[in-house]
């Protein structure tokens, strides 16, 4: 009996086993099998931009399709990568900034023009003035250059002049002379609007020397259509030596008459101071209108001395100036203007002229 269960608990054990192996098998796919899907775990998500699996599909086993990576510009706005930003990550809008115009050269225009001329250019002028009564007249070379910017050197040279000579006696001899004045100058560009000058006038035979100092201002309005200033020459005073008069470089016959006072002991007139200003009126490019006037007090005093033929010096003179000048081609200057060195007087009316040429 015992040995008839043992054999039934046996068989149960047995059949227990088979089963269990059964479905152990059952449930494993078979390795050489390519038609049998393999589930996907539920939490298997496929990385971005990795293909899915082979052979894997839905429940009624379709295919899925292969997906490739997304461009990182969805609506293709942003066509270059290096394009700025703002701070919510879209495009910046780039505004173009004008360029600053940088002007140069130099001004046509007579109301524009700086005291100093810009650096490493030249200028030439040949001027001539002719008092009426007496007639005399007198002619200069000047010539500028820039330095610098801020620094001019300037040089005068008393051409000739035409005057009837102080040493001569009886009837007038008036005749034209060669000139025996020159000067040199330096104007130092303090501010826009103001400088300072100081020149050294030189008279060659006899040997006199003087020294002039001068403010020169210009003042600009109305977008450069009006200009005013002055004190270019404000006193000029004679040195201590030689024949110990001021040389004139507007006035040869000036030069001539204290030359012969040097010559009979005569005192000379030591100097004089002016007060002188101008204004501009620019009325296109090319054409400007230009007015001067101003006091001029002789040997620093108001009483004049004069001899028998009318020579003399010292004294208070009211001159008054208008004209015109024309540019061409930014470079050529010609200008002419009519007035009076003294308005006291009748012949003091004197015509002007210049000539200029910018290198």
Known sequence: MFRAMSVRRLVSVLSVVLVASATVVVAQPKKNDPKTPVAPAKD???AAGSAAPAGSGSAEGSAVEMVEDPPADMEGINEDPDAPKTGSGSDASVVAVPEKKKTSGYPSEEALRPITLPANMSEISLGFSLPVD????TAALRARYGITRQVQLGLTYVVAGVYDDPGTTGTSKRAIHPGKAVGLDVTILLQDWIGLRIGVPVYIDPVAVGITLGAPMKFRFADGKLAFGGLDDFI??????????????????TNALFAFYDTNGTPPSRGSLRFSGFAVYQKDPKLAFIGRAGVILDNFTSTRTADARGFGYGGAATFIRAGLQYTLKGKLDLGASVGWDDLSKIGGFAPAGYLSVRI
């Open 134 to 137: 007496p007639f005399v007249a």
């Open 236 to 253: 000029n005073i004679a040195l201590p030596f030689g024949a110990e008069f001021a040389p004139s470089l507007t006035q040869e016959s």
């Open 44 to 46: 298997a998500t496929p």
